[in-house]
């Protein structure tokens, strides 16, 4: 038996992207353990461009950013899958229709509707899905380090912020009637192709790998692995918290070397 005790147990994915993506690696990581995973992705062209990855795999069409679409996804997957072990929640979009601005110059349109996709459908996923879900089941949003304030992020980092927070009025509210837990991932740069679209990102990556104490990028596989057990039953002590996965970089701010490079160019 494995340690992480996933085998048999259903798990809902939402985010898969390409294979780069965080949620494919705890997708792939859930399987091998031996669970079942139910995919949620965006769109039919979405899931085109997947055919080689979930050909065979049981998915679901679902725009967060309708509710009506998350109702319908949960009273399917619970009908047809139910009950569901956990659910992990994947899901980044901004349309910075203006192209890159300072913060204080974020549209309201653009951030309000970025909210409803990247933080409130957190919200309405796990009421909806609250009738299917497993006493015990365990909940997982992928965020970011608070330590990312980055300005190309742009309004992105408040709104994952916001995330983590809803993540833990969710363990909360929930806790009235059930033990499902709710935790969120917060990760470091990654080099996923979600980040290379972002101006300037290959700098702070290459930056924030500087940062690490061990001098190694973060690998998406570390921040899944990370993902995966706290949606095993070996994480049951752990609800409403924010797990930082950055390697050491939110607390290197005075790395030896970076403050001698800093001083060469006073």
């Known amino acids: 038996m494995s340690f992480l005790g996933l085998s048999g147990k259903?798990?809902?994915?939402?985010?898969?992207?390409?294979?780069?993506?965080?949620?494919?690696?705890?997708?792939?990581?859930?399987?091998?353990?031996?669970?079942?995973?139910?995919y949620?992705?965006?769109s039919q062209a979405r899931l085109d461009s997947l055919k080689g990855l979930l050909d065979g795999k049981p998915t679901y069409l679902c725009d967060l950013e309708r509710e009506?679409?998350?109702?319908?996804?949960?009273?399917?997957?619970?009908?047809?899958?139910g009950p569901i072990h956990g659910v992990l929640h994947s899901v980044a979009f901004a349309n910075f229709s203006r192209g890159m601005q300072p913060?204080?110059?974020?549209?309201?349109a653009d951030f309000l509707q970025a909210t409803a996709i990247s933080c409130f459908s957190l919200v309405e996923l796990s009421r909806a899905l609250k009738p299917h879900l497993a006493k015990d089941a365990s909940v997982v949003s992928i965020g970011i380090s608070s330590q990312v304030t980055a300005a190309n992020y742009g309004y992105m980092s408040p709104i994952k912020a916001a995330l983590e927070s809803a993540s833990r009025f969710l363990a909360k509210s929930f806790s009235a009637d059930t033990r499902v837990r709710f935790n969120s991932v917060n990760a470091g740069p990654?080099?996923?192709?979600?980040?290379?679209?972002?101006?300037?990102?290959?700098?702070?990556?290459?930056?924030?790998e500087k940062m690490t104490l061990r001098k190694e990028a973060l690998k998406t596989q570390e921040v899944a692995d990370t993902a995966v057990w706290l949606l095993s039953p070996r994480s049951s002590g752990v609800n409403g918290q924010g797990i930082v996965v950055d390697a050491g970089m939110g607390l290197n701010f005075f790395d030896e070397e970076l403050v001698k490079a800093s001083a060469r160019l006073l």
């Open 103 to 108: 913060f204080h110059e974020t549209a309201r």
């Open 68 to 81: 009506e679409e998350t109702i319908a996804l949960a009273a399917a997957v619970g009908r047809e899958h």
């Open 40 to 42: 949620s992705v965006r």
């Open 10 to 38: 259903t798990y809902l994915v939402l985010g898969v992207a390409n294979k780069k993506s965080v949620a494919w690696h705890v997708a792939k990581t859930l399987e091998a353990e031996g669970a079942k995973v139910i």
């Open 190 to 208: 990654l080099k996923t192709s979600a980040s290379a679209g972002i101006p300037g990102y290959l700098d702070n990556y290459l930056h924030a």
